[in-house]
């Protein structure tokens, strides 16, 4: 018999044998450490660079190798890894830093002025000379950290020889001379030693300096300012272009992007602010001398640098030819000045500029014209969506004037340009889409300067064509060529954007005019119109670019028509006439538009327009919102026999759906009066089961209209304060099941649901409802007798409707008695058992997990057999 300690003292017994097992192990990690230094090999004796083969020592290369020479070797000792000797360089460049700077700040004044002298002196110069004798001895990183200690000590010495020599000079203009000097030393240090780095780009960035502090200390004006900004950022400019190295030409690029940036932002200040033409003058001047260097730069700059200036010079010009007229013209009409300033950059197309700056001075064009475009977008989306504030207030008389029906407080007086740069806009992009070959021979030199490698044949055709054509790709004749867009996707572009422009444009016209309400409301009316006549008679075919036109007219009419239909909201004869007449516009629009997309929105639209209007009609009856409601389901009445005509169009089924979000509107408005939702409910079953007629819509019309005819009769016994709904369920039960059972002999295999479903839903559902409500015992007593005998009925015959209707109403049943006992006992119960069953509970499930999903397969596989 074996026996089996106490379970306290086989911990005990465990935990000695554990600690004797680690004390082993430390002993036998302690041999191995020594048996691993015993077996090293020891170090060699010989000083570093001695060759013992030499003295007839054996070499430490091949054995049959040959004796070297008398003399010195170079050490063959394994050197420090790069990461590490860089960490050692860095540390011991800082530590010697923070002394010079120490020493300069604190020890400073208890030396007099030789000693002070001598030791700025000696040790400046020892800085500045090591690295040249580093460089000769190939320690090239040392040498870079000497120069680094160098570089902070030369910037010491200027700061002591102002704290000293020259303390009563200004600060500023001591700082620009210290500067230049200090740059024309590292660049001379530079180019004597070319192999060190840093010297050249911290020549560069202490060149940023002498002209721009220079300028603050004389005082000098802020265009001064500018001019010093724009002399150091030409003079980055030439040292990136032709600088000794890629850190000089990066950190000159940098520079010069910083200082031409900011010469740009001081010309702007100040073109912008002048007082008049004259006073514009000048900033201009500045401005485009920044655009003639910045084109300078880029006539030799890599493709996206010479883009990049061209972009800069182009918003320069744009600034500096611009801003002299603005500065004579009103507030709200300056932009008109920069966009004609901007229109005339197009003039570069024809122009011995490089492609790429050429292509970056009209992105700056295109990008004022876009700036401008977006300062129009508030004005417009207030004209678009300031209708919506009359919906809670609708028909409370027509307004004034435009403005007061949008009730938008924006600063119109300042947006007055807005739609002149909409229309002058839209007018160019027109143009474009119309004369499209035109615009092409106007652009094709720079568009063949350009495209990469190419340039123009004997016979002058440009070399950028599309692959396996001899057309250029932009010409239309042939498809794009491989990353670029096609002639008819850009053509069609252009006319999409004029489209949507020339609308915007007469829609601000008359927020800005504050024309009348009647001339507003019928003038969106008719761009409603124009939008659709634009959609229907496009010109055909996609190589044009029509199709983008079409498709943004079908776009953008339905949202005109929100915008006049909320707009007529205003008076109840406008609304009347705006709804009717969009009405009218969509519906010709759908019979004479080509494809089922466009016919299907614009059918749409006219079915909402008409659903609207018999809405307006039940509110000018004076009647209540619930009594309107069935006046509403005329359109959706229509809807169901405009769509028996139309049959398989394709136009049918949108046209319908709408129809039905129409009845779906009515219920909403019967929902308050009880009665009258049941009514409405029955008119919308009637309106389903005449679409159940054909053949194609009874699988969902004939069930939905069965649903709607239950629920209205349940609506309307509910309403009615019926407390025995088995009076008129049972009735109509009977009936349907005994249908339902002869349906099933006569087809064995038609479902349950369909011979049953109905039947015993009608009794079963409105009894459960009532029964949750009833006080008394016997009403539930008898629910769950026939619940149970109905689900054992199922059971006995594999049908599914009545096992799982049966058996749902029985547990619901079931529930509701049993439910104030379950909260007396949950109640009783301490707090924390229910959590401790549940998690039980888990753990049975958990720990069974593949049996109960293999039940729950073959339940459902056994509903999934019966019929």
Not at 210 to 216: D, H, R
Not at 641 to 664: C, F, I, M, S, Y
Request: aromatic share 6%.
């Amino acid at each position: 018999m074996e026996h089996v300690l106490p379970p306290a003292e086989e911990l005990a017994r465990l935990d000695r044998e554990l600690a004797e097992l680690d004390a082993r192990r430390a002993q036998l990690l302690t041999r191995r450490a020594w048996l691993l230094a015993a077996l090293r090999p020891p170090a060699p004796s010989a000083a570093p660079g001695w060759n013992p083969s030499a003295w007839g020592a054996p070499g430490t290369g091949r054995p049959d190798a040959p004796a070297r020479p008398w003399g010195l070797v170079p050490p063959k000792s394994p050197s420090a890894p790069r990461g590490a000797q860089n960490v050692l360089l860095t540390l011991g460049g800082l530590l010697l830093t923070i002394a010079a700077i120490a020493f300069t700040l604190v020890s400073w004044g208890s030396m007099g002025i030789g000693g002070r002298s001598a030791v700025l002196a000696l040790v400046t110069a020892g800085a500045l000379a090591a690295p040249a004798v580093l460089l000769k001895r190939g320690l090239t990183a040392t040498a870079e950290a000497l120069t680094a200690l160098a570089l902070v000590l030369t910037l010491l010495d200027a700061y002591a020889v102002h704290a000293v020599a020259a303390p009563d000079t200004d600060g500023l203009g001591f700082t620009a001379v210290a500067a230049a000097v200090l740059a024309a030393l590292w660049t001379g240090y530079g180019l004597a030693l070319g192999r060190l780095h840093l010297p050249l780009p911290a020549a560069v960035v202490l060149g940023q300096w002498p002209l721009l502090f220079g300028a603050w200390a004389a005082g000098a004006p802020a265009s001064v300012v500018g001019w010093a900004l724009l002399a150091t950022a030409v003079l980055d400019g030439a040292i990136a272009l032709w600088g000794r190295g890629t850190g000089t030409r990066v950190t000159a690029c940098v520079g010069g992007s910083v200082m031409g940036a900011s010469a740009l932002l001081v010309g702007l200040t100040q073109s912008v602010t002048a007082s008049g033409p004259l006073g514009a003058l000048a900033p201009g001047a500045l401005l485009l001398t920044a655009a003639a260097a910045a084109l300078t730069g880029a006539w030799r700059a890599p493709r996206g640098v010479a883009r990049a200036g061209g972009v800069v010079a182009g918003l320069a010009v744009v600034a500096a030819v611009g801003g002299v007229p603005a500065a004579a013209l009103p507030e709200g009409w300056r932009v008109l000045a920069y966009i004609s300033a901007a229109l005339a950059l197009t003039a570069v197309v024809r122009t011995g500029l490089p492609g790429n700056a050429a292509l970056g001075v009209l992105v700056a064009s295109a990008a004022v014209v876009a700036g401008a475009l977006v300062g129009a977008l508030p004005g417009l989306a207030a004209v678009l969506l300031g209708p919506v504030t009359l919906l809670p207030d609708a028909w409370a008389g027509p307004e004034e004037g435009f403005r007061a029906a949008l009730g938008s407080t924006l600063p119109w007086r300042e947006l007055r340009a807005a739609p002149v740069v909409l229309a002058v806009t839209a007018a160019l992009l027109g143009s474009a889409y119309r004369w499209w070959p035109s615009w092409v021979r106007i652009a094709e030199p720079l568009i063949a300067r350009e495209a990469p490698g190419s340039g123009a044949t004997a016979a002058g055709t440009p070399a950028a064509a599309a692959p396996g054509t001899g057309a250029p790709w932009y010409t239309g004749g042939a498809s794009a060529a491989r990353g670029r867009p096609s002639a008819a996707a850009l053509r069609g572009a252009a006319g999409a954007a004029a489209a949507v422009l020339g609308w915007g444009a007469l829609l601000l016209a008359g927020a800005v005019l504050d024309v009348p309400y009647a001339v507003a409301v019928g003038g969106e009316t008719v761009l409603v119109a124009g939008l659709l006549a634009l959609a229907v008679h496009g010109t055909d075919g996609g190589r044009d670019g029509s199709a983008a036109v079409r498709g943004t007219a079908l776009v953008v009419a339905p949202a005109g028509a929100v915008s006049a239909g909320l707009l007529s909201l205003a008076s109840e004869r406008a609304s009347y006439a705006v709804f009717g007449a969009l009405a009218a516009l969509f519906a010709g629009a759908a019979v004479r538009a080509r494809g089922g997309v466009p016919r299907a929105v614009f059918a749409v639209a006219a079915t909402a327009g008409c659903t609207v209007l018999t809405g307006f009609a039940g509110r000018s009856l004076g009647l209540a919102p619930h009594e309107a409601a069935p006046l509403v389901l005329l359109v959706p009445a229509l809807t169901v026999l405009l769509g028996a005509g139309l049959r398989r169009d394709p136009v049918a089924p949108p046209v319908e759906l709408t129809g039905a979000l129409g009845a779906l509107v009515a219920v909403g408005l019967a929902v308050p009066d009880t009665p009258f939702l049941a009514l409405v409910l029955a008119l919308c079953g009637v309106l389903a089961a005449g679409a159940a007629v054909r053949p194609e819509r009874r699988p969902v019309a004939g069930h939905l209209a069965a649903a709607l005819f239950v629920l209205a009769t349940w609506v309307r016994l509910g309403a009615s304060e019926v407390s025995f709904p088995e009076a008129y369920t049972l009735p109509v039960t009977v009936p349907a099941l005994v249908a339902g059972f002869l349906r099933r002999r006569k087809d064995p295999e038609a479902s349950s649901w369909t011979a049953y479903g109905p039947g015993l839903a009608v009794t079963l559902l409105p009894s459960l409802a009532v029964a949750w409500t009833d006080p008394d015992w016997r009403r539930p007593l008898l629910l769950g007798v026939a619940a149970l005998v109905i689900t054992l009925l199922g059971a006995r015959h594999r049908l599914q409707a009545l096992l799982l209707l049966g058996g749902a109403v029985l547990a619901l049943d079931g529930l509701h008695e049993l439910a104030p006992y379950v909260v007396q006992v949950a109640g009783a119960l301490p707090r924390w058992l229910p959590p401790a069953l549940a998690g039980l509970l888990l753990l049975v499930v958990g720990a069974t997990y593949e049996q109960r999903l293999r039940d729950a397969r073959r339940l459902k596989d056994a509903l999934g057999r019966m019929r």
